[in-house]
């Protein structure tokens, strides 16, 4: 059964730092571009990042995670992470880890998810 499991999110206060982790079951990272979005109450669903294993893995960000958020893999663990440092109350979400063909998936409607995670709490205090 393919699988995206989600641990690590949590109440931190603002400054503070919180790493997502994104465990891959039924797949290979090796076939898919991989990241998180996220997703405030009221508000629509925004990509965070994404990286895609299967060509250079570099990372890319999002305006509100540049310079703040960075996105690992970790191919003989089948798992992605997302280190969360200098966190925003706006920052509160639930974060939600997927995959898909391309990293286009999370910058176009056009270029479908193929596997989304269950989704993790992130609070950040003021």
């Known amino acids: 059964e393919v699988q995206l499991v989600e641990s690590g999110g949590g109440l931190v206060q603002a400054g503070g730092s919180l790493t997502l982790s994104c465990a891959a079951s039924?797949?290979?990272?090796?076939?898919?571009?991989i990241g998180w979005f996220r997703q405030a109450p009221g508000k629509e669903r925004e990509s965070v990042a994404c990286l895609s294993t299967s060509t250079d893995g570099t990372p890319y960000y999002s305006d509100p995670a540049e310079g703040r958020f960075t996105l690992s893999s970790d191919g003989a663990k089948n798992t992605v992470s997302l280190q969360m440092n200098s966190l925003k109350p706006e920052d509160t979400a639930v974060y939600y880890c997927a995959a898909a063909k391309i990293c286009g998936a999370f910058y176009s409607d056009f270029v479908p998810v193929d596997y989304w995670g269950q989704g993790v709490q992130v609070t950040v205090s003021s």
């Open positions: 039924g797949f290979s990272l090796d076939d898919k571009s």
